[in-house]
């Protein structure tokens, strides 16, 4: 079966993944972190994606976009990948491929799924094991949404700002919403949605879509998401 095209759409936001080949480490040290968040940074403003959230694990990492341009995402993650596979081979004497192939992406519904996204987002290195609270992360956007520091690649989506009228209103309220989690089924749908490439949303967001696409949006059969997706 031919392999479906990537769905990108400009002005929706996107949930990337991006792993390492078999699972290995993509960062070494914090220096490695570091330089990606450069790459992103450089490589976001060039191609005008807004970056909404992230975090870089050991073997992979997350990001929450909006791509401005119908080719932005695309340009954005080959030229940070191929800028940071050159570095990494060269900071630690490798050669060879780093990622596990393309990246994997889906467009998300805003008003469904983007804070619950970015939630599941700050989320992971607590689901891993690395933390106890996001806040305690340093590698994700969440110290920026919790007031802790100023992070410069990161633009709050609009729905951000509707969690209150101050900055200290939006961060409590944010910080409420990480602290009380996802649902196992929200889980769920958020790693499958991007693993497989469909997108995630209610039926009206899903038909006015397709009008701005010639991709299929949805396997043909739906069902619920399988107990066996792998969290990540």
């Known amino acids: 079966m031919a392999r479906l095209p990537r769905l990108s759409v400009p002005g929706y936001p996107h949930h990337v993944i991006q792993r390492g080949n078999n699972r290995q480490a993509i960062f070494l040290a914090d220096a490695d972190r570091q330089r990606m968040l450069e790459f992103l940074e450089d490589h976001a403003r060039q191609h005008e994606v807004a970056v909404h959230a992230y975090v870089l694990m050991d073997n992979h990492f997350h990001l929450l976009l909006t791509p401005q341009t119908g080719d932005g995402l695309s340009r954005l993650m080959q030229a940070v990948g191929r800028r940071y596979v050159r570095y990494f081979n060269d900071s630690h ?60 690649m990161v633009t709050p989506h609009p729905l951000y700002w509707e969690l209150g009228n101050t900055p200290f209103a939006r961060e409590a309220a944010y910080a409420r919403l990480v602290q009380e989690g996802l649902s196992q089924q929200q889980q769920l749908a958020l790693t499958e949605s991007a693993l497989r490439g469909w997108a995630l949303g209610g039926p009206e967001f899903m038909a006015a879509l397709q009008t701005k696409t010639e991709r299929r949006l949805s396997k043909s059969h739906p069902g619920r998401p399988s107990s066996k997706a792998s969290l990540v």
Do not use: F, Q
């Open 93 to 152: 004497g490798r050669s060879g491929t780093l990622w596990e192939g393309r990246y994997k992406s889906t467009l998300i519904e805003a008003e469904s799924h983007l804070l619950a996204c970015m939630a599941y987002i700050d989320l992971n290195p607590v689901r891993a094991g690395l933390v106890t609270m996001a806040r305690d992360y340093p590698w994700s956007s969440h110290a920026h949404y919790a007031g802790l520091r100023v992070d410069r």
